[in-house]
């Protein structure tokens, strides 16, 4: 059974900051991986989404990697701003069917 | 382009009445899927639904629950005589479904369900 962790749990930082959020996840025979935003009382918004062949995506000051074989995956957020304060989640997905496992989340403030 | 439409945002049953939640997905999209965030807990997939077909109804209790997507109409997922512990936030999610691109996912803004 896959059991996707997000550590830390919570994480505060001064605007600026870079930011590294960590997943890990047991079962390395995954199809993708994704990256969500939560914000409180909202829906969850994707940023970016890495196949399995690939090792990394980016998408403005957002960069997540891809380890498969290891079973992790980091991502990075540059030159942080209050606006990135959001719970943070990162989801597996076994095949193409888009059932997803989700880690806990990392909650994210980013102090002015 | 409109995204998931959900509703509604915000529902509150006494316990032993029904829930019904509705779920418009993208359009183009012909994949849905439910989760449900319990409080202090992560997502959990309940049931991938495509038209007139369930998928994959493994993360769905066994009883009071049911899900459908009609040919015609948004998805619809009900919960039957509703407990304290169905008090929770329902996300639907949909994509196309075909292709990398396609498996990008979309969620919309949730509903929340109180039970008193």
């Known amino acids: 059974k896959q059991e996707v962790t997000q550590i830390p749990a919570a994480l505060s930082v001064p605007e600026g900051e870079n930011l590294v959020l960590n997943c890990s996840f047991t079962?390395?025979?995954?199809?993708?991986l994704q990256w969500f935003r939560q914000d409180p009382g909202k829906g969850l918004t994707s940023l970016l989404l890495?196949?399995?062949?690939?090792r990394e995506q980016t998408s403005g000051r957002l960069n997540a990697s891809l380890d498969k074989s290891s079973g992790r995956s980091t991502l990075y957020i540059a030159a942080s701003q209050p606006g990135d304060s959001a719970t943070y989640l990162c989801a597996v997905s076994k095949a193409a069917g888009n059932k997803l496992t989700f880690g806990g989340g990392t909650r994210v403030l980013v102090k002015p | 382009n409109a995204g998931v439409m959900q509703n509604p945002r915000h529902l509150v049953r006494r316990r032993g009445q029904e829930a019904r939640l509705r779920c418009s997905p993208m359009?183009?999209?012909?994949?849905v899927y439910w989760y449900r965030q319990l409080p202090e807990e992560g997502l959990k997939f309940m049931v991938y639904?495509?038209?007139?077909?369930?998928?994959?109804e493994s993360g769905m209790p066994k009883e009071r629950f049911s899900a459908e997507f009609p040919k015609e109409g948004p998805s619809i997922l009900r919960i039957q005589q509703v407990v304290r512990g169905d008090s929770a936030a329902y996300f639907c999610a949909s994509s196309q479904g075909q292709g990398a691109t396609g498996n990008t996912i979309y969620f919309g803004e949730g509903s929340w369900l109180t039970v008193v």
């Open positions: 639904l495509q038209k007139e077909n369930i998928i994959d």
């Open positions: 890495i196949q399995s062949s690939q």
């Open positions: 359009k183009g999209h012909s994949h």
């Open positions: 079962d390395s025979a995954i199809y993708n």
